[in-house]
């Protein structure tokens, strides 16, 4: 079983957010863990660490005990090095390419099969000879999550992916998030400041204040005013 374990100290350099501090400990294992919490808690910055995209100051990063990120000990592996599949609130996808070039690209294993279930997964058929420029926003997001499926992660990493999405984008995209916490078989890091999104999509809360995990637990964590 996967086993991500995160004990980090990191503070932005130069002027960027003065005075704020990262300290953040906690466990992620099988299904869907949620990193929620207000706006400008660390959220964010603590899945750009855990990916590599930030180095922390204090601590380790380790999956499956083996460490990503250790900062006494000088250790920090850049992120094509960790076998992460991350999707950002952009889909960034190629616009030169085709949806199906967009899935395929980078992906290890290019068979049929592993194309068509991940198709299948996230309802992308129609969509594959498409150019980018004509997917909508949902669409868009949905080919960015296939492509960091098909890279076979050891995990995903997703960065508020619906938060650029109006109401009824975001209400297309959500029952295939959710078929995708029960069926993909890989765990997942899910990032939201959502009450739903985190509700509907998580097996496990951590919710974040000012830089430090206030709690963490189940859906009971899931409160009007945590989000907020």
């Known amino acids: 079983m996967t086993r991500l374990t995160v004990d980090i100290g990191w503070r932005p350099r130069g002027q960027k957010r003065p005075g704020f501090a990262l300290e953040i400990e906690f466990d992620a294992g099988a299904g869907a863990t949620i990193l929620f919490g207000p706006s400008g808690a660390g959220k964010t910055a603590t899945l750009r660490c855990i990916a590599g995209l930030e180095r922390p100051q204090r601590g380790r990063i380790e999956l499956n005990g083996v460490p990503f990120s250790d900062a006494e000990a000088g250790v920090?592996?850049?992120?094509?090095?960790?076998?992460?599949?991350?999707?950002?609130?952009?889909?960034?996808?190629?616009?030169?390419?085709s949806v199906r070039k967009n899935l395929l690209y980078g992906a290890p294993d290019r068979k049929s099969a592993a194309l068509d279930e991940i198709v299948d997964l996230l309802g992308v058929e129609e969509l594959l000879e498409r150019r980018t420029q004509r997917l909508s926003g949902g669409e868009a997001q949905r080919v960015a999550i296939g492509?960091?499926?098909?890279?076979?992660?050891?995990?995903l990493l997703m960065d508020e992916p619906l938060a650029n999405l109006d109401p009824a984008r975001k209400e297309e995209v959500l029952p295939y998030l959710e078929a995708l916490t029960k069926r993909a078989g890989c765990p997942i890091l899910y990032v939201t400041h959502s009450a739903e999104e985190a509700r509907r999509l998580g097996d496990r809360m951590v919710r974040i204040v000012a830089g430090r995990v206030a709690e963490t637990g189940g859906r009971e964590l899931i409160r009007p005013a945590a989000t907020r």
């Open 147 to 155: 492509r960091a499926l098909l890279r076979q992660p050891r995990m």
């Open 76 to 97: 920090f592996l850049p992120p094509e090095k960790r076998g992460f599949g991350v999707v950002f609130q952009e889909a960034r996808l190629f616009p030169h390419l």
